[in-house]
């Protein structure tokens, strides 16, 4: 399993992290985090602790949205929030091609292009969340502030 901060997506997240503050670190587990569900169990956390990075297609353009892991997004809100009328969840392909990660491992931060981020503010209720670091048993555990900080990313309420 340690071979995995060798994989080049976990690399770049760590060095992102890294660049930010040199406590935060990538931890690898030994089961799945694909889903905040497994990823919650593998933490022994609440399954809202865990960030869900979801790519959406808004348009002509892309946005991540940063999602507690017991809520979902709203596409009614994000669409008010950005008045586009066809906003929708991007294809694997797209996250992939966008991010720089494949589903199950996107990770909050070094994406492959620069994009903007909401992260949901239903996050600011733990002490400590955990998000993806570029592959499926890769997380890493930060504040909701410190989320805030390293992703640039604007607070908004877009949950159900």
Same mark, same amino acid.
Do not use: H, W, Y
């Given at each position: 399993?340690?071979?995995?901060?060798?994989?080049?997506?976990?690399?770049?997240?760590?060095?992102?992290?890294?660049?930010?503050?040199?406590?935060?670190?990538?931890?690898?587990?030994?089961?799945?985090?694909?889903? /905040?569900?497994?990823?919650?169990?593998?933490?022994?956390?609440?399954?809202?602790?865990?960030?869900?990075s979801l790519l959406f297609k808004a348009e002509d353009s892309f946005l991540i949205c940063l999602i507690a892991g017991d809520r979902r997004c709203s596409l009614n809100k994000l669409?008010?929030?950005?008045?586009?009328?066809?906003?929708?969840?991007?294809?694997?392909?797209?996250?992939?091609?966008?991010?720089?990660?494949?589903?199950?491992?996107v990770a909050p931060v070094a994406h492959k292009i620069s994009l903007d981020i909401f992260i949901d503010e239903s996050l600011?209720? $733990?002490?400590?969340? $955990?998000?993806? /670091?570029g592959h499926p048993n890769c997380v890493f555990k930060i504040t909701y502030d410190q989320l805030i900080k390293i992703t640039n990313g604007l607070p908004k309420e877009i949950s159900e």
């Open positions: 399993m340690e071979n995995l901060l060798n994989n080049e997506p976990v690399k770049r997240v760590e060095e992102f992290i890294k660049k930010f503050d040199t406590k935060l670190n990538i931890l690898v587990l030994e089961t799945t985090a694909r889903t /905040a569900k497994d990823a919650a169990k593998s933490l022994q956390c609440e399954v809202g602790a865990i960030v869900k669409k008010k929030i950005l008045n586009k009328k066809d906003v929708s969840m991007a294809s694997a392909e797209e996250v992939k091609k966008n991010t720089g990660f494949s589903i199950g491992g600011s209720r $733990f002490k400590f969340i $955990f998000a993806a /670091a």
